[in-house]
T-cell receptor, first 114, second 116 residues
Framework: QQQVKQSPQSLIVQKGGISIINCAYE??????FPWYQQFPGKGPALLIAIRPDVSEKKEGRFTISFNKSAKQFSLHIMDSQPGDSATYFC?????????????FGTGTRLKVLA | NAGVMQNPRHLVRRRGQEARLRCSPMKGHSHVYWYRQLPEEGLKFMVYLQKENIIDESGMPKERFSAEFPKEGPSILRIQQVVRGDSAAYFCASSPPKIQGKTEAFFGQGTRLTVV
């Protein structure tokens, strides 16, 4: 119930290509779905986030697509660049206690080839 | 405005020793979260604290682990009698009280604990 399943585990994309990372959840109480980007030796940094009242959110080259009925959401990175090479985590939280207690996916290691 | 500060960045402890990890939240943030990241895995929630209160410790191991966030000073995650399985990156995040769509939690750079 509390899991967030993320795939693929690793991804290699050519420069300029589209990177797609998928996540699925079970707990319908989740109401906030952020994506975090983590470079080696650094802490996770918020990339983009979505709430279930919208089906898509776009910020620059990054887009979240959200399918509430399927309980799935995905991150699309358009025109992928070598600087995007990092590990990406999806996460989810519920409104309980109004906290940032996140359930994280297991991560996707993205490598963008120059 | 400095970000979330964690120290030390790297910590090596022998089995059986104590490890103390510190987290200074961003200015104005009164909520602190600790997460653990095992190698090649995602972050796992450990504990959520507000000043002088533990709000949710559902992710904390039952033994050897404790956390505090005193009125003054940083939040401390303490691991007593460390074992090799405690080797991981420990991340702290801080936030102000959550307002729908208005705020986020910011993560520190982590403390990488190695138990030898």
């Amino acid at each position: 119930q509390q899991q967030v399943k993320q795939s693929p585990q690793s991804l290699i994309v050519q420069k300029g290509g589209i990177s797609i990372i998928n996540c699925a959840y079970e707990n319908t109480a989740f109401d906030y779905f952020p994506w975090y980007q983590q470079f080696p030796g650094k802490g996770p940094a918020l990339l983009i986030a979505i709430r279930p009242d919208v089906s898509e959110k776009k910020e620059g080259r990054f887009t979240i697509s959200f399918n509430k009925s399927a309980k799935q959401f995905s991150l699309h990175i358009m025109d992928s660049q070598p600087g995007d090479s990092a590990t990406y985590f999806c996460a989810a939280s519920s409104p309980t206690s109004g906290t940032y207690k996140y359930i994280f996916g297991t991560g996707t290691r993205l490598k963008v080839l120059a | 405005n400095a970000g979330v500060m964690q120290n030390p960045r790297h910590l090596v402890r022998r089995r059986g020793q104590e490890a103390r990890l510190r987290c200074s939240p961003m200015k104005g943030h009164s909520h602190v979260y600790w997460y653990r990241q095992l190698p090649e895995e995602g972050l796992k929630f450990m504990v959520y604290l507000q000043k002088e209160n533990i709000i949710d410790e559902s992710g904390m191991p039952k033994e050897r682990f404790s956390a505090e966030f005193p009125k003054e000073g940083p939040s401390i995650l303490r691991i007593q009698q460390v074992v090799r399985g405690d080797s991981a990156a420990y991340f702290c995040a801080s936030s102000p009280p959550k307002i729908q769509g208005k705020t986020e939690a910011f993560f520190g750079q982590g403390t990488r604990l190695t138990v030898v």
